[in-house]
Structures are given as structure tokens and as C-alpha cells.
């Protein structure tokens, strides 16, 4: 007996072999939150019934999305930054004269764990809404022990209030804080001697960030801790070329990072160091959006390359205060000239590899059962509309999710 069957949807499997067949009168059953079965409704094995049943009514189901790259645990805003943006500054020119991640620091930094967490609940609730079903964060912006911790602390709590995974990034290298100013290798040691240390004993850390930028680290010194980062254990992930070429992408590939994020400025030799080292390439069109960027990154030349390409929100308060991952979709394509099919590969398998996941992201039977449904009745629907989701349901290992209380 499986615990559910969910009858005539249309199915999108995104399986690597096949990534845009779609089953047209499809079938799905789930059994201790994995998936049991998945094929044309007419095939399923008669002997075999279900305590649930769902009838999808031609309804699209696919995988749960993976949001793979945000910023979601933070305080405060940055709304008069983006104001001084539209009026000619840039945003490294607000960096440098104090604003920028220092402001988000100084307001991280002031809030404690349940303003934290009531400030990041919302941001959550709507990526939620968008039938996100895993999703990245990245801490950063406290830059002092705890609250480094205190922000993975948060991501963690969030998760396990609401029904969805949550994967943490220790940024550990995000901007060089006050008490560190002008002295970014002294900021380094106690980030490699303490914060790495500290956050990889209390099992807070997933992975290890930086923020590969003139304005934030030079590649020697995120090797540094990306070496460090290797050392405990942790896969790395890099915020790689996006605003400069820094060699990024290939800085990323030696060290076998789990993902390079942005590389607007991506140069050839890093695209084919992607595609050796198998590091997937995480597309973030909110930040080009919000930056007003015109330069995009080499989605031809990593198409070419065959380097998995995958969309994320980035929701950060600075570059891309973004919380849907279906209008990221939608930017991806328009921006970026990601194919609709692209996009939602980009959101499933591709992004569940950037957080070093195989066992979701795409619907085929072990794996497990995140799902989500949708009142559409075309995959580009997903990525055609902006403002409006038309998720219906989403399953969490196979059980209706609950939304967290607000
Ligand atoms: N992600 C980041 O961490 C930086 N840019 C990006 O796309 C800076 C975020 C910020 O300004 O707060
Ligand atoms: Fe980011």
C-alpha cells in the first residue's frame, strides 16, 4: 500500500537523460516520503492502492524548487541605497564610503535571535509560496563570532519550524568589518582560527562562502580560507566575477567548489575550469535587475561547456532584494536568455547539485518525495508570469506542507 498517489498531472521528471519529457497523463506515488513510482496514469500497477489519492486534473506537477543562493537571515533595509543607485552611484562606490553590507552588519549585528528570525519569516514564507522546498543561507553579515552563529542559528530554526529543508553557507568572507578595517588578512586569520572552527563544531555550517570582489576579498586570500574551509571538511561556494573578472570561476574550480555564483565577468578560462572541475554555475538575474547591469554572464559559453547552470534569488537587502524564485525564473529567461526549460532545470536538479544534493531536484523513484503542484497547465507558465503563483500544493517528503505561523 503506498501512502499516496497523486493521478493525472502532467509530469515533469527534469531526470537528466530526459530533462524536458512531460508525462501528459501522469502518476506519481509516494511511500515513506520517497518516491515509489512515476509514469503514465494508464501503466500503474493495478494490484497497487493508496491510503491518499489526488486527482490533478491535468494539473503540472514537478519537482519541489531549490532556492539555492539567498541572503534571507539579515535585519533591516537598504532602501535609501537603492535610491542613491538610480541617481548615478554605484554600488561599490556605496560600499566604499561605509553603506552597503557594513549597514546590513550594523543592523545584524543589533538584532537578537527572535528579531532575526521574525525579520526573516516573511522572506521565507514567500519563497514558500513559490513552491520552494529547500533552500540556501548564507550568513555574512554579522562578521564577528556570534552573530555568525546566531544568523546559521536562525537558518536552522527557520527550518525546522516550517516544512522545508534548509542548507547554511558560512560567509565567512563577505566584507572586512569595522574593528578589521584596513587590515583584511588580520580579519581572515581570526575567520580561519574561530569562526570556521566554532561554526563547524556546533554543526551550523553546511558549506563555506566568500565574496571574491576588489571591494571585498582578493582570490589569495579566499584560498586562504577556502584551504581552511577543505581542511574541516566543508564544500565551498564562491560569489565569483561578478562585478570584475578576479579569476573567480577558475578560483572556484580548484578548490572543487559545490558552486561558483554571479560571473557576470566569467572569462573563457573560467568557464572550461567550471566544466572540469564539474562545479555548477549559479545564475543570480536579480542582482543584474537590481544593479541595472548590463553585463551578463557567458550563458552561451557555459552552455557549450556543459556546465550545469542553475537560478537562485540571491535575496539579499543590497543587490537583489528579491524573494521569488519565479520571478527569478522569469529573469533568467528574459535577462539572461535561459530557455523556460533551463530555468526550471535551474531551480530543480541543478540547483540541488549546487547545494551538493542528489537525492532531490528531480522526480524519479527513490528520491525523495518534495513536490510541488501547480494550476498551469505549460512549464514556460512558470517563468511567463510575475506576481502571481500559481502553486497549489506543495509536499514535503511526501506530506502536504504546512506553512509557517506568521
Ligand atoms: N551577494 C552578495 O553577497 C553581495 N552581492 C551579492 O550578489 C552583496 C550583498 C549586499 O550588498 O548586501
Ligand atoms: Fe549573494
Not at 542559528?153 to 522545508?164: I, K, P
Not at 566584507?175 to 554543526?203: K, S
Request: hydrophobic fraction near 45%; glycine fraction near 8%; proline fraction near 6%.
Amino acid at each position: 500500500m503506498w501512502d499516496m498517489l497523486i493521478r493525472h498531472a502532467q509530469v515533469l521528471t527534469l531526470s537528466p537523460g530526459s530533462p524536458h519529457e512531460r508525462i501528459a497523463d501522469g502518476a506519481l506515488a509516494v511511500e515513506a516520503g520517497r518516491v515509489a513510482w512515476v509514469g503514465p496514469d494508464a501503466e500503474l500497477p493495478g494490484e497497487r492502492a493508496a491510503r491518499t489519492e489526488l486527482d490533478a486534473g491535468g494539473a503540472l506537477l514537478t519537482p519541489g524548487l531549490v532556492d539555492c543562493h539567498t541572503h534571507l537571515v539579515h535585519a533591516g533595509h537598504r532602501a535609501a541605497e537603492a535610491e542613491l543607485r538610480l541617481s548615478g552611484s554605484s554600488y561599490q562606490e556605496i560600499a566604499r564610503t561605509g553603506g552597503g553590507i557594513q549597514r546590513t552588519v550594523s543592523a545584524t549585528r543589533a538584532a537578537d535571535e527572535e528579531a532575526l528570525l521574525a525579520a526573516s519569516r516573511p522572506r521565507l514564507r514567500a519563497l514558500l509560496a513559490d513552491g520552494v522546498t529547500t533552500v540556501e543561507v548564507k550568513s555574512g553579515y554579522g562578521l564577528e563570532l556570534a552573530t555568525e552563529l546566531r544568523m546559521l542559528r536562525v537558518a536552522r530554526r527557520l527550518g525546522r519550524e516550517a516544512h522545508v529543508t534548509v542548507k547554511t553557507s558560512l560567509l565567512a568572507a563577505h566584507a572586512v568589518p569595522p574593528e578589521f578595517a584596513g587590515r583584511p588578512d588580520a580579519y581572515l586569520d581570526f575567520a580561519i582560527d574561530e569562526l570556521l572552527p566554532a561554526a563547524t563544531r556546533e554543526r551550523l555550517a553546511d558549506a563555506a562562502d566568500a565574496y571574491c570582489e576588489p571591494i571585498a576579498f582578493t582570490p589569495e586570500q579566499v584560498a586562504r580560507l577556502f584551504a581552511a574551509a577543505r581542511r574541516l571538511g566543508l564544500p565551498v561556494k564562491l560569489h565569483a566575477d561578478q562585478l570584475s573578472d578576479q579569476g573567480g570561476a577558475a578560483l572556484a574550480a580548484r578548490f572543487g567548489a559545490l558552486s561558483a555564483d554571479h560571473l557576470e565577468w566569467a572569462s573563457p578560462a573560467g568557464v572550461a575550469a567550471l566544466a572540469a572541475a564539474g562545479t555548477v554555475a549559479v545564475l543570480l538575474p536579480g542582482a543584474c535587475f537590481f544593479l541595472s547591469g548590463k553585463r551578463l554572464p557567458p550563458v552561451a559559453a557555459l552552455r557549450a561547456a556543459g556546465v550545469p547552470m542553475a537560478v537562485a534569488t540571491d535575496a539579499n537587502p543590497g543587490t537583489s532584494p528579491l524573494t521569488s524564485i519565479l520571478a527569478a525564473m522569469a529573469m533568467a529567461c528574459t535577462l539572461f536568455r535561459l530557455t523556460p526549460a533551463e530555468a526550471l532545470e535551474g531551480t530543480t536538479r541543478h540547483a540541488a547539485r549546487a547545494l551538493g544534493l542528489t537525492d532531490r531536484g528531480e522526480l524519479r523513484p527513490g528520491l525523495r518525495a518534495d513536490l510541488a503542484l501547480w494550476a498551469a497547465d505549460h512549464p514556460a507558465e512558470l517563468t511567463t508570469r510575475i506576481g502571481l503563483s500559481p502553486l497549489t500544493h506543495r509536499f514535503v517528503a511526501g506530506e502536504v506542507a504546512r506553512e509557517p505561523a506568521a
